[in-house]
């Protein structure tokens, strides 16, 4: 651990802290209707849209209507991806003549674009023609980060509204979050990054030969446009297998912060919006300062864990030279380093962003416990564009239930009671993902045929690897432990697409449909005023007693899995075995 570490994470943390107003101010003029500075260009186009699709602009919908446009939309959306992928190699754009991408293949990856997940069982460069990942990927990142979005800002309607039977309207909310927000700066980030070097064509990849004398074929294409929409969405999907550590998508400093900046602007914009829309300011800023703890306290742990120096190269190192060496530059970029890297992995996993910039399976039990444990969370430390916030407000409602009653007292939110209907809605969300992920990796641990071939360690870490898989997948964050290949066998490839393809799916739409139910019915109940018993949710109490309940039901639900898992490998390694 260095004071530039510290520098760089201090920086880091100001200028995110800067753009929260300022994004956040925005966000709710563009979903409350009002004017914005960019109406006089994309005003008419909007209107053409509707006018073209057939949508009443005025016309709202209940949270039924709503939820039902959203998965109506995914589906279709989800069906042309597979299609695409399965057709490429018949369709145009595809220089390095690819062939179509297999059935199994092809459903878990139109399920992971799908889902905002962005999970890749493949080699982007070797699989994916330039059509398929323009056509099918990136449009799939803008899609899915709109769905995001917009499935907040339907819950914090819900939040604000009072006897209402509606929560918005889904096409006039996506094509808004699309038109003014997501394509918009996707425009001048990618330009940005084409600035820093990121390759943005359909050449052919280029034969280099090297000093050896052999041949080396360097991939491109175009990059720039699918690197921007990744961070900006919290999507992660790389355009190459080595994702944001490739030079091509992360040619220098300046690219490295601009990509970590961008994927938490919008999460962290969207605390600003909810106090805003709500009425309630403070409540906003306390829900950021929840976010942020976890965010430190992640980084801080993870910096730490990769600054030690492992125990087996230290204690052969003071044999020898009676010196220790630094921390742990296994699968670090070199042009990263160890606090980079460990602020990257802690940013990508607490948001629904599978970018990595190096390898979590090598990094130490510790710390690969920790990234682990930031998507066991709920990816609710900022998290995915909206994901994070409606997640994160599902323990809201459950952090104010449990203050209710701990004073007796029916508890209330905003001038909303929170009553049975609506725990029992925020205990289904919390519910359905542990469900899946552990439900999942007990299978696939205890299946010596499906299972178990894919892994590269054994012992702890290997059902580490399981599990963080299925734990990406179901969170929607699509980052990898690396050491799972289920490419070693057809059979297993297979059993691993379908699953994870199905984990992914659970993971953001049987979870949306609670967060959609609640939404609805706090928007048909009556706001009461505030009485003296009210417990505040503009505090810093409040921010204590959230960060209590994140992390007592995370730690409940996933302790014994981490146990046998990580902090099992944290306490062989330190007696000498590895794995």
């Not at 360097?218 to 790389?238: C, D, H, R, W």
């Not at 599902?394 to 009553?419: C, D, H, N, Q």
């Not at 609640?518 to 109490?541: H, I, R, Y």
């Amino acid at each position: 651990m260095s004071a530039n570490g510290w520098l760089q994470f201090a920086l880091y943390s100001l200028i995110l802290l800067a753009t929260v107003r300022p994004v956040g101010a925005y966000l709710a003029r563009v979903f409350e209707g009002q004017h914005t500075w960019l109406d006089p260009v994309l005003g008419p186009l909007e209107r053409l849209i509707y006018k073209l699709c057939g949508v009443n602009a005025k016309e709202e919908m209940n949270w039924r209507e709503y939820a039902f446009a959203m998965l109506g939309f995914s589906a279709v959306s989800m069906l042309a991806t597979y299609g695409i992928e399965r057709l490429q190699a018949h369709l145009p754009w595809n220089p390095q003549a690819l062939a179509g991408v297999g059935p199994d293949l092809a459903w878990n990856t139109a399920a992971s674009f799908t889902t905002n997940t962005n999970w890749q069982f493949y080699t982007p460069e070797t699989t994916m023609s330039y059509l398929t990942q323009m056509a099918a990927l990136a449009t799939h990142n803008f899609f899915s980060a709109a769905v995001g979005i917009v499935t907040a800002i339907a819950l914090i309607r819900g939040i604000k509204r009072t006897t209402a039977g509606t929560i918005g309207n889904f096409w006039v909310d996506a094509t808004r979050s699309l038109l003014y927000v997501l394509i918009p700066a996707s425009i001048v980030y990618a330009l940005l990054l084409v600035a820093q070097g990121v390759p943005q064509n359909l050449s052919a990849y280029v034969a280099a030969h090297t000093i050896e004398g052999q041949t080396q074929t360097i991939g491109q294409g175009p990059v720039a446009s699918q690197e921007a929409i990744k961070m900006l969405g919290t999507n992660g999907g790389g355009f190459f297998n080595a994702n944001s550590a490739h030079p091509y998508e992360n040619p220098t400093p300046v690219s490295n912060f601009l990509q970590i900046l961008s994927i938490f602007i919008i999460p962290a914009g969207l605390t600003y919006t909810l106090g805003r829309m709500t009425g309630s300011p403070g409540h906003g800023w306390a829900v950021l300062a929840a976010m942020f703890i976890l965010f430190a306290a992640g980084f801080t742990t993870i910096y730490w864990a990769e600054s030690q120096p492992h125990p087996l190269i230290h204690g052969a190192a003071q044999a020898r030279t009676a010196t220790a060496p630094g921390g742990n530059m296994e699968g670090k970029e070199v042009r990263n380093g160890i606090a980079e890297s460990a602020l990257f992995a802690t940013i990508t996993t607490d948001a629904s962003c599978g970018a990595v910039n190096g390898v979590h399976d090598s990094f130490t039990p510790l710390g690969g416990m920790v990234v682990l444990t930031n998507i066991m969370l709920g990816e609710v430390v900022f998290g995915g564009v909206g994901a994070g916030m409606y997640g994160i407000l599902i323990f809201v409602v459950l952090s104010v239930f449990i203050a209710g009653l701990m004073v007796g007292r029916t508890p209330e939110y905003l001038g909303k009671k929170i009553e049975s209907y609506d725990v029992k809605m925020s205990m289904l969300y919390v519910l359905i993902f542990p469900l899946i992920i552990l439900t999942l990796t007990a299978v696939f641990v205890l299946s010596p045929t499906i299972g178990l071939p894919a892994l590269s360690n054994q012992g702890p870490h290997g059902l580490t690897e399981i599990l963080y898989a299925f734990t990406s997948a179901t969170g929607n964050n699509g980052s990898a432990f690396a050491g799972l290949n289920a490419s070693v066998n057809p059979t297993t490839l297979w059993w691993y697409d379908v699953a994870m393809g199905w984990a992914m799916l659970g993971g953001r739409f049987l979870m949306a449909i609670p967060v959609f139910a609640l939404a609805g019915n706090l928007a048909m109940k009556k706001s009461v005023p505030p009485s003296p018993g009210t417990f505040p949710v503009d505090g810093s109490l409040f921010t204590v007693l959230l960060i209590g309940v994140i992390l007592i039901l995370g730690a409940l639900t996933f302790f014994p899995a981490l146990s046998l898992g990580p902090i099992l490998e944290h306490l062989l390694l330190k007696a000498g075995q590895v794995f």
